[in-house]
């Protein structure tokens, strides 16, 4: 896979996880309401006066709307042409967009869009050489191991998955009851506790990929079976769709390392 | 499969996710406030589900009047899984989203010094908790005229400990002028 290609696969994925998140948004607009709970004249106090003042425009109601469309548009654009105009544009509004509601909605997925939308404004410079596509690339592809490995490593460290029964907390806790499968499995603890192993040995292991590269699609089709195990058990939607905006980045260095 | 690791290649990455790891949980100083919950955005840790342990959670109460508040309830509603949300899950968003509010709002006052607990009430956290509270207790209890509201830490269904308690407020206004038992 090229460079080429594989830019323009993240583009075209990133567009559709922006897409989807501002739907997302969108639905949720009520809370950015006057008297709800994201009441900006709440959210407003806890940044100095000259601050609020320059996000006021963006931030408030409805103009906040306005700016969940403008990053939706932007990123959009970006499937046409990767430009700096719009990856700017992108940033900047998820920026404005995590202040407006205190930070990272979603955990990992917040901070994974901003990873891409940073690629994304690197490759949209221009080089005669595509030296700034390529270092896109390889900052997607060390977040993503990373993602992984960092994971791993903080699960290791964690008393809770080191015995083995920090995957039955987590699956009684999520936002959705447990059901099915994730009833079916919290009901054998042992093989909770096996599969919270599986889960930690991945993550740990995930930086192979880059030491035996050709094993890179199998790594990847492991990982997206993960995100969408997590979407049935903990609603993680976000995640899936982000985590795979990244993939096509690390199977392209992958390539290069296999060659 | 006969693979000889090229370690010229492999090596620099290693050594530098290695790096990272260890810059990563070494202990440092930690920024406090709004730019803290930013920069964790720009610059992920990526230690998403590493510590299983209780969560903070949100407990409203309502009543006619304050000596005759009914039982604690809690104020969250885990949503029901549905098709759509392969693409879009407005509704588990919304919920990630309370609970990290109130997650906040545990973490903001365990910053706050002893001699500023006068100060709680006016704490965004607390106003937005409070404002949570309020909301849920209006679009269940319409009819009631009081409410409270506590925060306790819960291991799956278990209750482990109250954390902070509001004192009853009414339910059309919620004042912020008030005194809040919070317990370390």
């Keep these: 896979m090229s460079a080429a290609d594989a830019l323009d696969l993240v583009a075209a994925l990133f567009a559709v996880a922006v897409a989807l998140q501002s739907l997302e948004l969108w639905r949720l607009r009520d809370r950015l309401r006057p008297g709800a709970v994201w009441d900006y004249a709440i959210v407003r106090d806890e ?40 990856a700017t544009i992108v940033i900047l509004t998820s920026l404005a967009l995590s202040w407006r509601w205190r930070g990272a909605v979603c955990g990992g997925s917040d901070a994974m869009t901003l990873v891409v939308a940073v690629s994304l404004w690197l490759a949209s410079w221009p080089s005669a050489a595509g030296r700034w596509p390529t270092i896109a690339l390889w900052l997607l592809s060390v977040q993503l191991v990373l993602s992984y490995w960092l994971a791993g490593v ?56 880059l030491v035996v590269p050709e094993t890179a699609t199998g790594w990847l089709i492991v990982g997206a079976g993960f995100h969408l195990a997590n979407v049935y058990a903990l609603g993680l939607t976000r995640f899936w769709w982000i985590w795979l905006t990244t ?10 390392l296999a060659t | 499969m006969d693979h000889a690791i090229d370690w010229a290649q492999v090596g620099p990455w290693v050594a530098a ?22 920069l964790k955005s720009l610059f992920p840790s990526w230690r998403f589900f590493d510590d299983a342990g209780p969560i903070p959670v949100l407990f409203v109460r309502t009543g006619p009047d304050r000596d005759r508040l009914g039982p604690w309830i809690a104020a969250t509603t885990r949503p029901r899984p549905r098709l759509c949300h392969l693409l879009v899950n407005a509704e588990v968003l919304e919920h990630l989203a309370h609970e990290t509010a109130v997650a906040r709002l545990i973490d903001d ?68 002028e008030i005194s809040t038992d919070v317990r370390r």
């Design chain 1, 47 to 86: 940044l100095p006066h000259r601050w609020a003042r320059l996000l006021d425009p963006v931030c408030r109601y409805p103009n906040v709307l306005g700016t969940i469309a403008i990053r939706a548009g932007c990123a959009l654009a970006l499937t046409l042409h990767v430009h700096p105009v719009p």
């Design chain 1, 154 to 209: 903080a699960k290791v460290r964690s008393v809770g998955w080191r015995r083995g029964d920090a995957l039955q907390i987590f699956l009684r806790q999520a936002a959705y009851r447990p059901r099915g499968p994730v009833g079916w499995l919290i009901a054998r603890p042992q093989l909770t506790r096996t599969v919270g192993w599986a889960i930690v040995a991945f993550e740990l292991a995930f930086p192979l990929i």
């Design chain 1, 247 to 256: 993939y096509p980045a690390l199977y392209c260095c992958a390539g290069w």
């Design chain 2, 17 to 38: 996710m290695v790096a990272i790891a260890f810059v990563s949980f070494r202990s440092s100083p930690s920024l406090q406030g709004p730019a803290a919950h930013l």
């Design chain 2, 109 to 176: 006052i365990a910053e706050l010094d002893d001699d500023r607990h006068d100060t709680l009430a006016q704490m965004v956290s607390y106003r937005m908790v409070a404002r949570l509270a309020q909301l849920w207790a209006r679009a269940r209890q319409p009819h009631a005229s009081m409410h409270q509201f506590k925060v306790a830490s819960m291991l799956a269904d278990e209750l482990i400990d109250d954390l902070v308690l509001s004192p009853p407020l009414p339910l059309a206004t919620a004042p912020l």
